[in-house]
């Protein structure tokens, strides 16, 4: 069975400490993504990649970084966490579209974060 | 530009009965259109996609919808309700703009009652 994986189901940190959120897929697709999930707000990305050492900015980047050095691995970084960035991260790959084959998104279970 | 509307933000049924989660969507070019559903604590699983082919597309769970261009419309439907079908569900479009990267509706709770 095909997977997404994150490293965290739950997590508590404290304000101002540096945290890294990981994500690993073994379906060997191009295209991975972070989002943010809060009440009534949807789903919100982040930041995305296409390839490894690619990355760009989604909506909401202010406050985060990412890092692809592996083709399966897609890690999202708080550099300073803060109170507003306690939510839900959800990681999600998917495959190259115009290749006939983009089916949607897969996704992980979600790092549930909390900061105090 | 894409967007996602979905109409309602909780839609409460009985066991047994119809189940529409209502989905309007804007894109300038013919869109991919998905339908998500995600259980609590988890994260969200794919439930169907129109990607041009038919018109009516059928997912898991005894779920399908229908895209309707002249309505703008990709509402999720489900002949009899299950409990297990309690859960949080979004719509989301991609393809617009050149971009295949989807935007998500806000979700709709979907709450079965006994």
């Known amino acids: 069975d095909v997977k997404v994986t994150q490293s965290s189901r739950y997590l508590v940190k404290r304000t101002g400490e540096k945290v890294f959120l990981e994500c690993v897929q073994d379906?060997?697709?191009?295209?991975m993504f972070w989002y943010r999930q809060d009440p009534g707000l949807g789903l919100r990305l982040i930041y995305f990649s296409y390839d490894v050492k690619m990355k760009e900015k989604g909506d909401i980047p202010e406050g985060y970084s990412v890092s692809r050095e592996k083709k399966e691995r897609f890690s999202l970084i708080l550099e300073s966490a803060s109170t507003n960035q306690t939510s839900m991260y959800l990681c999600?790959?998917?495959?190259?579209?115009?290749?006939?084959?983009?089916?949607?998104?897969?996704f992980g279970s979600g790092t549930r974060l909390t900061v105090v | 530009a894409q967007s996602v509307t979905q109409l309602g933000s909780h839609v409460s049924v009985s066991e047994g009965a119809l189940v529409l989660l209502r989905c309007n969507y804007s894109s300038s070019v013919p869109p991919y259109l998905f339908w998500y559903v995600q259980y609590p604590n988890q994260g969200l699983q794919l439930l169907l996609k129109y990607t041009s082919a038919a018109t009516l597309v059928k997912g898991i769970n005894g779920f399908e919808a229908e895209f309707k261009k002249s309505e703008t419309s990709f509402h999720l439907t489900k002949p009899s309700a299950h409990m297990s079908d309690a859960a949080e569900y979004f719509c989301?479009?991609?393809?617009?703009?050149?971009?295949?990267?989807?935007?998500f509706g806000r979700g709709t709770s979907l709450i079965v009652h006994p």
């Open positions: 989301a479009v991609s393809r617009s703009g050149g971009s295949y990267i989807p935007t």
């Open positions: 999600a790959s998917s495959s190259r579209p115009g290749t006939g084959d983009h089916y949607g998104y897969t």
């Open positions: 379906m060997d697709h191009e295209n």
